[in-house]
Nanobody, 122 residues
């Protein structure tokens, strides 16, 4: 298993930006497709974005398309989520996850970070 640690969360006003980072250790990140999920209080964990092994393919949830960008730097064993035009409804704990197969459901991912809180004020 790869170990994942997220960082970059915080409090931001609506319309602002944040960049989340996910640092991997234990195994080379290039073997994993990487995703970001989020979970708001009282809600189920939901898919945000996923990026392929080389970074050539990425998919996004409809709710974040055009605002969020997922990227990766395999040399640094790090995945990023650039979040622009943030809305209060983006408030959640954001999780980084890794999978050796392609998927967008939480059950498709075998490795998870501990999460980082993102709070967007109105």
């Amino acid at each position: 298993q790869v170990q994942l640690v997220e960082s970059g969360g915080g409090l931001v006003q609506a319309g602002g930006s944040l960049r989340l980072s996910c640092a991997a250790s234990g195994r080379t990140l290039s073997r994993y497709a990487m995703g970001w999920f989020r979970q708001a209080p009282g809600k189920e964990r939901e898919f945000v974005a996923v990026i392929g092994w080389s970074g050539g393919r990425a998919d996004y949830a409809d709710s974040v398309k055009g605002r969020f960008t997922i990227s990766r730097d395999n040399a640094k064993n790090t995945v990023y989520l650039q979040m622009n035009s943030l809305k209060p409804e983006d408030t959640a704990v954001y999780y980084c996850a890794g999978t050796m197969v392609w998927g967008i459901g939480p059950s498709d991912f075998s490795s998870w970070g501990q999460g980082t809180q993102v709070t967007v004020s109105s």
